[in-house]
């Protein structure tokens, strides 16, 4: 708990200790100073501003009769400027359960406008609304599409709220950070990415027969599979590629089943492992991948360019089909790859799916990864500095909550980031990249190992 700078020590955070530290992780490594409480000061726009403007990058919390704990971090200070706010660093947050969930500000737009009304985020939502205890949603007066959310999951469509506090948000100095121990050890040093790329070139597949590891990407539309191969191809490329198509659309934009070698640069020979990208799943029935050409696609049947149809499952070709694959053709390690930022949104219908496809993938004895991708845009610690990715607790968090909502142990689960806005290659991001390939290597060889090689 947090007593009001001046204040009597009744005068608290409603925040807990643990709440405190899942926002922290959120932002960094950083401390909260609590600057105003309506319920102490009342839901007062000017009181807000006296006690809010030019103190530097806030955080609102609010609370409201059914419970939720809600709010938004902006990193532009209040100043009563008239002016509207980009700020990108701006996001909104709801607590799910034990971890809060993160909206970030769309790319270009306002985060706020900076008046002399209450705290206000990308023109659509209003905290201490017309100083009553609050909260506005102006759902069908659009300004610009800021943030991407729906009032169910904010804050469950009850707009009057019991609390709102803003902290002030101030940077601990680095000194602190380096102290905290890494809950797992990376190299970050060109000499290790070096190491990586010579053991991938250098692997061999324990059976002979097998000239190169299948590796299948399987997971929900936008997460980045297609990035990911991109990315591993820019890294043995030397430079930025866009080979995949890749993107953030609502839908799927692969739509064939297609198999990725990659070569050690241009003129290079192969490298010894193939990704296969399929189309993105989706939660409803009809949509997206479907679960029976992922079985097709283990078993070695779907060929190179096969396009999906979500409506109807893979037929093989019936002499094809009446005898099995062999084993180079079939798949051999899975690599389910999820958004750091949208684990909390996963729904019942698409876990349920991908529980479906972990009970065929483990009936067939395939090594499965997970791979979480978009680190740096969960938490904004990792974001300034992707070294700092296992000492964030919040991304530990997020890694324990992918282990036990896919069912997968937490040594399986691999944060990366993928490039998507670079125009040059970043060491560190190559070290993450290179290690989670090289783990996935390691996975098919104990497949390999267990198999009749028929």
């Known amino acids: 708990m947090y007593t009001l700078p001046g204040s009597g020590a009744t005068n608290t955070s409603k925040l807990t200790e643990e709440q ?85 500000v769309s790319s270009g ?44 999951t904010l804050y469950g469509n009850d707009t009057q709220l019991t609390e709102c506090e803003v902290y002030k948000v101030e940077q601990r100095s680095t000194q602190v950070s380096i102290k905290e121990k890494p809950w797992r ?31 299948l990407m399987i997971g929900p539309v936008g997460a980045g599979k297609s990035s990911f191969f991109n990315s591993i191809n820019s890294i043995f490329m030397g430079r930025i590629t866009s080979k995949a198509m890749s993107g953030s659309a609502g839908t799927s934009l692969t739509t064939q089943f297609r198999t990725y070698p990659v070569k050690d640069g241009r003129e290079g020979k192969p490298l010894p492992f193939v990704l296969c990208d399929t189309m993105g799943l ?7 991948l479907d679960i029976e050409d992922i079985s097709s696609i283990l078993q070695g049947h779907v060929p190179d360019r096969y396009k999906f149809n979500p409506t109807s499952s893979f037929q093989p070709d019936e ?18 790859v999820i958004d750091a930022t949208k684990i909390s949104l996963m729904s019942d219908k698409l876990e349920e799916k991908l529980a479906a496809i972990r ?81 996935m290597l390691n996975f098919a060889d104990d497949y390999l190992d267990d198999v009749d090689p028929v």
């Open 282 to 288: 989706e939660e409803q029935s009809g949509a997206g």
């Open 319 to 336: 002499q094809k089909a009446s005898k099995p694959a062999s084993l180079k053709e079939k798949i051999h390690c899975v690599v389910y």
């Open 185 to 215: 050890n990376v190299l970050w040093t060109a000499e290790r990415r070096d190491e990586l790329m010579k053991m991938i070139r250098n692997h061999k597949p324990l059976i002979t027969s097998v000239s190169r590891v299948r590796i």
């Open 359 to 439: 009970r065929k993938v483990n009936s067939l004895g395939i090594a499965q990864i997970v791979l979480m991708t978009k680190v740096d845009e969960a938490c904004s610690l990792v974001e300034e500095d992707l070294q700092s990715l296992y000492v964030s607790s919040y991304i530990k968090t997020k890694v324990q909550e992918v282990s036990s909502r896919l069912g997968v142990p937490v040594s399986c689960v691999l944060p990366v980031k993928n490039y998507s806005q670079e125009l040059e290659l970043e060491l560190n991001c190559d070290v993450l990249l290179l290690t989670a390939l090289q783990q």
């Open 109 to 152: 737009c306002n985060a706020r406008l900076d008046n002399t009304g209450g705290p206000n985020f990308g023109q659509k939502l209003y905290f201490c609304y017309n100083n009553q205890a609050a909260v506005y949603d102006q759902s069908g007066q659009i300004y610009d599409n800021a943030f991407t959310f729906s009032s169910a």
């Open 20 to 104: 405190r530290k899942q926002l922290c992780g959120l932002l960094g490594n950083v401390e909260l100073t609590l600057l105003y409480k309506a319920s102490v000061h009342g839901y007062n726009a000017s009181i807000f501003h006296q006690r809010c403007d030019r103190q530097g990058p806030t955080l609102l919390v609010a609370y409201n009769r059914s419970g939720y704990i809600f709010g938004g971090y902006t990193s532009v200070e209040y100043a009563q400027s008239g002016q509207h706010i980009r700020d990108e660093k701006a996001f909104l947050f709801s607590f799910q359960g034990n971890n809060p969930v993160r909206f970030n």
